[in-house]
């Protein structure tokens, strides 16, 4: 048997950490073995999934060093790679899952569902809603197929007993099957879910080893039943512990920066990167903290992952950096690096348009861009001082534009635009004075060039970690503050008889 592994990360938004260290452990095992890494991309949701974001997802794990064998930009034998492109094929397997009983078409109506689950509640049901719970009057389904109202597919799932998972790390995990619904395989517009796709893929990609993040053993009864049903070998199942905040919570952008692009951006090594993740729950057998990729491949055991939730801590990574910097680069190659890094020509093509009508020798434009390459602005209160909003308002127009960018799915000068444009008018804020104390924290200074196009170059990541920063710089908005702010943002737009406004 030839041992293939395979990451599938969905195309949204930037390229997560988490992804490449999936991929990381993913790759290792599969190499370890002999056997080969495959990259699948995960884009049923189209409204959400990107061009730009899977291109985003190639580059970052071939600067981390990841290389795939197969994949939707190299090909392969067992392709197509990408599953908006695999449509038909999972069309063939529901069809087959119902005609063999496994799966039902579901007539509910989304108002139905609506008032179902409002029962169940009233009823203090918290159990998983079961195919018997969603059953129709057949005299409904028959009007209802006839008039081709639309429908989804949702797989027969037991009503209660114990699902037993076999993890690779965990060993054996009992599952209650009273907690797993009657999961939608298809939707009505004819996609498939993660669950179907995902299973199918597996199997057709002949994956031996689905090693992912924790976050998916919930799922993992739904997959072998289907597995089942299909009449299938499921894989080998192992799952990653998460990384985790320093706080211990789960890796998240609100508290971190998660974007390997932010990473690279403040100038980390990529050789650096790839080696903090692989001490994410795992050690080389001689504890050593600093190791290259070839170094962890050849000692990888996937048995040494501990199940402790991995700590991502920035500040660790940069003491390991500078390691790598000061160990692994002479002074040549370091100067090599930083030309790429920053001076390169596609990132002066890009910046020289807003500064050139604003130089006048060429020694005005380090100091004029610094910003853009600096990791975090030394900032005082001092420079938020000469605002026209108070410091406090200041604060309250920091927090809730991070809270609007965070939600943003596409960075760019035109999105960011109309989002703090409109929220600046929500506050009931002249954009002038709502923009100057986001000019402070992401250029340092208000006498650059626009904020958006500044935003737009330093990327969602950067941006969001400087506004993080300079509402530390204003006090930082601790719980009580929060929960101030959370009630007027949500307030936000409406009129007050709770209306939204035109
Ligand atoms: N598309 C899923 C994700 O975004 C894949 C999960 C899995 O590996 O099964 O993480």
Redesign the pocket.
Known sequence: MTVRTR????PTGDPHVGTAYIALFNLCYAKQHGGKFVLRI?DTDQSRSTPESEQAIFDSLRWLGLDWDEGPDVGGNLGPYRQSERKDIYKKYVDQLLEAGHAFKCYRTPEELDALRAERKASGINTAIKPEDLKLDDKIVAEREAANTPYVVRMNVPTDGICEVEDLLRGKIELDWSMVDAQILMKSDGMPT?HLA?VVDDHLMEITH?I??EE?INSAPKHILLYQYFGWQAPVLCHLPLLRNTDKTKLSKRKNPTSILYYQRMGYMAEALTNYLGRMGWSMPDESEKFSLQEMLDNFDIKRVSLGGPIFDVEKLRWLNSLWIREDLDDEALAERMVKWALNQDNMMKVIPHVKQRIETFSDFLPMVAFLAAGKLELTEADFTANKLSLEDQKKALQFALWKLEALQEWNRDQLFNTLKSLADEMSLKIKDFLAPLFVAISGTTASFSVMDAMELLGSDMSRARLREAIEVLGGAGKKVLKRYEKEFAQLGKSPEGEAVE
Not at 7 to 10: G, L
Request: charged share 20%.
């Open positions: 990451i599938a990360p969905s995960e993660y995902n689905v992912r993040g998916w």
